[in-house]
């Protein structure tokens, strides 16, 4: 149990335009809803934590109005990436959370911006 | 700020060997310590999660151990086989706040 997707797996987008990345809980409600970064051979970082029909809390550095997350049920989290560039080219993760302790980590989302 | 080291970056070994992953955080007021494994452009698998109060967590040939007063973790892999190869990541929890901070990560290297 406890799996988590994200939608798409890669995708390669034009730099000026806007890439919408899905994470969806498929067995699970997700409370809690996590995005990391992650730069080639770089660690997580975490960008935003977002609990559904709130807003989403940016860590330091996270331009919000770039990054744009919406938690609108319990079993999907989206975050659009507005006029990428390339670089905001990255691996997006996400994961989901149904309690305090444990988070579950969907496959990832490669973005390259041309 | 809480902060995670790894140590090493980088681990080649050969076959069979066993071996151990370090990891160390700044901040002791942790909840709990993961070990995760990630393949080359994939997501995070977890492997082990240690509970603050807990000292260590063993699943088949993989152990991992908590020092929370010294800000330390170990994970050690038995009988290392090349499938192991991967990087591996500890990440703490921190208290009260639900967030995961990560270390660099281990990029690991089983040699047949």
């Known amino acids: 149990g406890a799996v988590v997707s994200q939608h798409p797996s890669r995708v390669i987008c034009k730099s000026g335009t806007s890439v919408k990345i899905e994470c969806r809980s498929l067995d699970f409600q997700a409370t809690t809803m996590f995005w990391y970064r992650q730069f080639p051979k770089q660690s997580l970082m975490l960008m935003a934590t977002?609990?559904?029909?709130?807003?989403?809390?940016?860590e330091q550095g996270v331009e919000k109005d770039k990054f744009l997350i919406n938690h609108a049920s319990l079993t999907l989290s989206t975050l659009t990436v507005t006029s990428a560039h390339p670089e905001d080219s990255s691996f997006y993760i996400c994961s989901g959370g149904r309690g305090s302790d444990t988070q579950y980590f969907g496959p990832g989302t490669r973005l390259t911006v041309l | 700020k809480q902060e995670v080291t790894q140590i090493p970056a980088a681990l080649s070994v050969p076959e069979g060997e066993n071996l151990v992953l370090n990891c160390s955080f700044t901040?002791?007021?942790?909840?709990?310590l993961q070990w995760f494994r990630q393949d080359p452009g994939k997501g995070l698998t977890s492997l082990l999660l240690?509970?603050?109060?807990?000292r260590e967590q063993t699943s088949g040939r993989l152990n991992a151990s908590l020092d929370k007063s010294s800000g330390r973790s170990t994970l050690y892999i038995a009988a290392s086989q090349p499938g192991d190869s991967a990087t591996y990541l500890c990440a703490v929890l921190i208290q009260g706040a639900q967030k995961l901070v990560f270390g660099q990560g281990t990029r690991l290297t089983i040699n047949p």
């Open positions: 901040d002791s007021a942790i909840y709990n």
């Open positions: 977002s609990n559904e029909g709130s807003k989403a809390t940016y």
């Open positions: 240690i509970q603050s109060s807990q």
